[in-house]
C-alpha cells in the first residue's frame, strides 16, 4: 500500500509542477490544486498508513492511528480551499481586465 | 508565571480585524478611528513585551495550557519582541498615511490591514512550525486582497504572480512540515532542536531535505537570489501605505531563516549543524548585487524603490549569513533601519508621482513638483539615509556589519561587495533624484495643461509628510540611541545563539492543572 501511495503522490506532484508551468491561467489554477491534493495526501501519510486503528483513546485497542496528520491534513486542506477559492476569481478578475488569460497578460496569436 | 501580554500582540489585531469588518461601509471615520486606536493598543502591547524581554527572560505561553511539546506555544524573547515593535512602528506610519484617503477605494482596508498585522505577529511569537504555515497563510491571504486594492491592470497582473508563486511556496512549506514530522514525530520548534541533534544515521539525509525545503520557502519570502522576481512589480504597482507595510514582509522571511537555522539547524544540530550556512552568505551577496543592478535600471521611483528593498534584503541577510554574534547583531540594527527607510521612500514617492500628473514617477523630465524644496530635502536625506552616507543611521549599519566581518574568511567578498553596491545605490538614487528635481521644466514645455496641479493644491502638505517623517524620525532615534540599541542587538543576538536557553524555556514549562 505504501507503493501505491507514493506513486499517486508522485503522479499528482508531477501533474501539479507540469500544469503549474503552463501559458494560461486555467492550467494553472489546476496545477496549484494538484499540488495541493499531493502535499494533502503527504501530510496524511506522514502519520504512518495504518488500518483499523482508532486515533483517540480506547481501552480494547492495541495500536494508535497518529491523530496529529489528521488535525494538519484538515487545517492544510481549508487553507488551499480559500486559496483556490481566492487564486480563481483573481484569475477570472485578471482575464477580464486583461482581455486574454495568459498568465503575463500579453496575448500571443 | 504566565505573562499574559505575550498574546496580546496576536488578540488584538485579530479583535481589530473582526469588528472593523463588522463596522458599516458608511461610517469611514469611525472604522479608522478605531483602526487607529487599535494599532497604538499594537503600539503598547509590543512596547510592554520589549520592556519585559529586556531582562533576558524568555516568555512561553501555552495556548490552551497543553504542556509543550504537545500543544501550540507562543514564545516571545529577545528577537520576537524587537521584530513586534519594529512591525508596529511601520504599520503605525503606513496607516497614518492610508487615512488620508486610499482607504477609500475598495472596501475592508482597515480589516485586511489588522489581519495583515495578526499574520506578521504571530509568525514573529509562533514557537511551533506548522502554527507557522498558518500565520504565513493569514498574511499572505491579506497582502494579496491587500496588493489588489484599489483594483486596476497592473496590480492584477502583479497580483497573479504574487499569489501564485506564494501558493506553490506553501505547497513547499508542507512538504517540510511533513517530512519533518514523519521523521521526527514533532512540530514544537524547541522539540524539533532536540530531536534533530540526536537524530539516527539514516534520517540525516532527510531531514538536510526537510531543512533546505525550509530554506528555500523563506527565501522565496525574503526575496532571496533566485526567488525575487515576483518583488519589484508587486511591490512597485501596489498602494502606496501597502507597499510601505510590505517593507516588513520580506523581513519575516529573514527572521524565519534566523531563528530556524539558529535553533533547529544551529551549531548544535549534530549531524545537520549549521544546514545553510554554505549557501546563505554568497546568495545574500549575490542578491546584494543584482538589487543594486535593479536600482540602476529602474525606469521609476516606486520600482527603485522595491530594487532597495532587495539590496536591503541582500545586506540583512549578508549579515546574518556570518553566523557569529557581531554580524547577528548588525543585522538586527540595520533590519529596522532598513524597513524604515524602504517605507519613506515608497511613501514619498507616492508623494511624488502625485504632484507629477501623467509623468508619476518616471524618471523623466517632468512638471516641477509642488513644495519641491522640501519634497527634495526629504528625498535627498532619504537617499543619503538607504545609500549609508555618514552620518545617518545607515552608515552605521553597515560599518556594523563591514566590523563583524572582519574575523571572517570572506571579508573580502564582503567588503567589496558591500561597499561598492553602496557606492553605486547612490549614483542611482542621484540619477533619479536629478531627473525629477532638477530637470524639471515649466508645464507648457512638457504639454501638460498649467492648472493640472490645481487641484492637488487642496493636500495639506503636512498631514500628507507627517509619516514619512515620523519614519525618518525613528531612523534618527536609531542614531542617537545607537549605542543602546546596539548593546540590545548584541546580547539579542547571544540569545539566539544559545539555543538551549529558548529549548530550556519552551520544554521546562510547569503547566498550571
Given amino acids: 500500500m505504501e507503493l501505491l501511495v507514493s506513486i499517486i503522490i508522485g503522479v499528482l506532484t508531477a501533474c501539479g509542477v507540469y500544469l503549474s508551468l503552463r501559458g494560461r491561467t486555467f492550467p494553472v489554477v489546476l496545477g496549484l490544486t494538484f ?60 482575464f477580464l481586465e486583461m482581455g486574454n488569460d495568459q498568465v503575463d497578460g500579453k496575448h500571443r496569436p | 508565571m504566565i505573562n499574559h501580554i505575550v498574546i496580546f500582540p496576536v488578540i488584538l489585531p485579530l479583535l481589530a480585524g473582526i469588528l472593523l469588518l463588522l463596522m458599516p461601509q458608511r461610517h469611514l471615520l469611525f472604522r479608522r478611528a478605531a483602526s487607529l486606536a487599535a494599532i497604538a493598543l499594537q503600539l503598547a502591547a ?44 511601520v504599520a503605525t506610519c503606513a496607516l497614518l498615511y492610508a487615512v488620508r484617503g486610499t482607504d477609500k477605494d475598495g472596501a475592508h482596508f482597515h480589516a485586511l490591514f489588522h489581519l495583515q498585522l495578526l499574520g506578521l505577529n504571530g509568525a514573529f511569537l509562533t514557537g511551533d512550525l506548522f502554527n507557522l504555515f498558518v500565520f504565513f497563510e493569514i498574511l499572505l491571504l491579506a497582502s494579496y486582497s491587500l496588493l489588489l486594492h484599489g483594483g486596476g491592470r497592473l496590480k492584477t497582473k502583479a497580483g497573479l504572480h504574487f499569489v501564485v508563486i506564494n501558493l506553490v511556496g506553501s505547497t513547499l512549506f508542507l512538504f517540510a512540515v511533513g517530512t519533518l514530522y514523519g521523521l521526527l514525530g514533532t512540530l514544537n520548534m524547541a522539540d524539533l532542536a532536540v530531536k534533530v541533534a540526536g537524530a539516527q544515521t539514516e534520517d540525516v539525509a532527510l531531514i538536510q531535505i526537510a531543512g533546505l525545503l525550509l530554506f528555500a520557502v523563506f527565501a522565496l519570502k525574503a526575496a532571496l ?108 540594527f540595520y533590519l529596522p533601519h532598513s524597513t524604515f527607510a524602504g517605507a519613506a521612500l515608497f511613501l514619498l ?74 557606492l553605486f545605490t547612490l549614483i542611482a538614487l542621484a540619477r533619479g533624484g536629478s531627473m525629477m528635481f532638477y530637470r524639471a521644466q515649466a508645464p507648457h514645455i512638457c504639454h501638460i495643461h498649467p492648472d493640472a496641479n490645481l487641484q492637488r493644491s487642496g493636500i495639506s502638505v503636512t498631514t500628507e509628510l507627517a509619516p514619512v517623517v515620523y519614519l525618518l524620525a525613528f531612523c534618527i532615534g536609531l542614531l542617537i540611541w545607537a549605542g543602546a540599541i546596539t548593546e540590545y542587538t548584541t546580547v539579542t543576538a547571544s540569545q539566539l545563539l544559545q539555543p538551549e536557553l529558548y529549548i530550556q524555556s519552551v520544554l521546562n514549562l510547569e503547566v498550571k492543572q
Fill in chain 2, 349 to 422: 514617492a507616492d508623494c511624488i508621482a502625485n504632484r507629477r500628473d501623467v509623468m508619476e514617477d518616471q524618471f523623466e523630465p517632468g512638471p516641477i513638483i509642488q513644495q519641491q524644496r522640501i519634497l527634495g530635502t526629504l528625498f535627498f536625506i532619504l537617499a543619503a539615509l538607504i545609500a549609508g552616507l555618514p552620518p545617518l543611521s545607515g552608515f552605521i549599519g553597515k560599518f556594523l556589519i563591514l566590523q563583524a566581518a572582519l574575523p571572517h574568511a570572506a571579508l573580502p567578498w564582503i567588503m567589496g561587495v558591500v561597499l561598492i553596491t553602496g
Fill in chain 2, 46 to 89: 509590543a512596547g510592554l513585551l520589549l520592556n519585559a524581554v529586556n531582562s533576558g527572560a524568555i516568555f512561553v505561553y501555552a495556548l490552551g495550557n497543553w504542556s509543550p511539546p504537545f500543544g501550540i506555544v507562543l514564545v516571545a524573547d529577545r528577537l520576537a519582541a524587537w521584530m513586534l515593535v519594529v512591525t508596529a512602528l
Fill in chain 2, 225 to 332: 537570489l533566485p526567488l525575487y522576481l515576483w518583488l519589484p512589480a508587486a511591490y512597485a504597482h501596489t498602494t502606496a501605505a501597502v507597499a510601505a507595510l510590505f517593507a516588513i514582509m520580506t523581513k519575516v522571511g529573514a527572521y524565519c531563516i534566523l531563528r530556524v537555522y539558529t535553533l533547529i539547524f544551529g551549531t548544535q544540530a549534530g549531524p545537520v549543524s549549521n544546514l545553510i550556512e554554505a549557501w546563505l552568505l554568497p546568495l545574500a551577496l549575490m542578491t546584494l548585487i543584482i538589487g543594486v543592478f535593479g536600482t540602476l535600471a529602474s525606469t521609476r521611483l516606486r520600482q527603485q524603490v522595491a530594487y532597495l528593498v532587495i539590496a536591503s534584503i541582500g545586506t540583512l541577510l549578508t549579515a546574518f549569513g556570518m553566523n557569529n554574534e557581531a554580524g547577528i547583531a548588525a543585522g538586527l
Fill in chain 1, 35 to 94: 499540488l495541493s491534493y499531493a502535499v494533502n495526501l503527504f501530510l496524511l501519510v506522514m502519520g504512518r498508513l495504518t488500518i483499523g486503528n482508532p486515533p483517540i483513546i480506547n481501552d480494547n485497542a492495541a495500536n494508535y492511528a497518529d491523530p496529529l496528520p489528521q488535525a494538519l491534513v484538515l487545517t492544510a486542506i481549508v487553507i488551499s480551499f480559500g486559496m483556490t477559492a481566492f487564486v480563481i476569481i483573481l484569475s477570472l478578475k485578471a
